[in-house]
T-cell receptor
Framework: GESVGLHLPTLSVQEGDNSIINCAYSNSASDYFIWYKQESGKGPQFIIDIRSNMDKRQGQRVTVLLNKTVKHLSLQIAATQPGDSAVYFCAEIFNTDKLIFGTGTRLQVFP | EAQVTQNPRYLITVTGKKLTVTCSQNMNHEYMSWYRQDPGLGLRQIYYSMNVEVTDKGDVPEGYKVSRKEKRNFPLILESPSPNQTSLYFC???????????FGDGTRLSIL
């Protein structure tokens, strides 16, 4: 498959444990944030989003937390499964049309 | 099935030989965008389009052109490719710029 990054920070977790992936964003004026998952050989896939007027949003097995004070975003995955192994990107949008991606974190799930 | 389709998926070519990577979406999205993905640099936006006949530069537009003559298609053109354009390219679309984007599966370009 395609390699999306040879020098990505890597998070290794055991199957069934919870995962927390962190992201520091760059612009205090950003008002919309998205987490994407990228599997080998595929394009990024939307996981969950959050607007700047919220500090927490939950989906199915995933939760995004937003701390605007320190410009920090996190993605929590509950009961991590082998299928969660991928590279995860955060993205921020400001000025309604500028989308900036983080460099990504590789999540490895081992049995 | 809702999808963004890029062609070709892989291409090896030589410096200076013009090439076009096509992108088509079947979701009637207004917003489309091109990105390149390089190790350690993540995804960087090349060009985007808010609607038909409306295109704007992203963060790394040098050496690229785009057109948006119809809503579903957004081709990326490299008039005179150079080795520093060797990369993995993604096309994406969404209803608007502040909505989650749907991505194609990527085009691996190698410029020798």
């Amino acid at each position: 498959g395609e390699s999306v990054g040879l020098h990505l920070p890597t998070l290794s977790v055991q199957e069934g444990d919870n995962s927390i992936i962190n992201c520091a964003y760059s612009n205090s004026a950003s008002d919309y944030f998205i987490w994407y998952k990228q599997e080998s050989g595929k394009g990024p896939q939307f996981i969950i989003d959050i607007r700047s007027n919220m500090d927490k949003r939950q989906g199915q097995r995933v939760t995004v937390l937003l701390n605007k004070t320190v410009k920090h975003l996190s993605l929590q995955i509950a009961a991590t499964q082998p299928g969660d192994s991928a590279v995860y990107f955060c993205a921020e949008i400001f000025n309604t049309d500028k989308l900036i991606f983080g460099t990504g974190t590789r999540l490895q799930v081992f049995p | 099935e809702a999808q963004v389709t890029q062609n070709p998926r892989y291409l090896i070519t030589v410096t200076g030989k013009k090439l076009t990577v096509t992108c088509s979406q079947n979701m009637n999205h207004e917003y489309m965008s091109w990105y390149r993905q390089d190790p350690g640099l993540g995804l960087r936006q090349i060009y985007y389009s808010m609607n038909v006949e409306v295109t704007d530069k992203g963060d790394v537009p040098e050496g690229y052109k785009v057109s948006r003559k119809e809503k579903r298609n957004f081709p990326l053109i490299l008039e005179s490719p150079s080795p520093n354009q060797t990369s993995l390219y993604f096309c994406a679309s969404s209803w608007s710029s502040n909505q989650p984007q749907h991505f194609g599966d990527g085009t691996r370009l190698s410029i020798l």
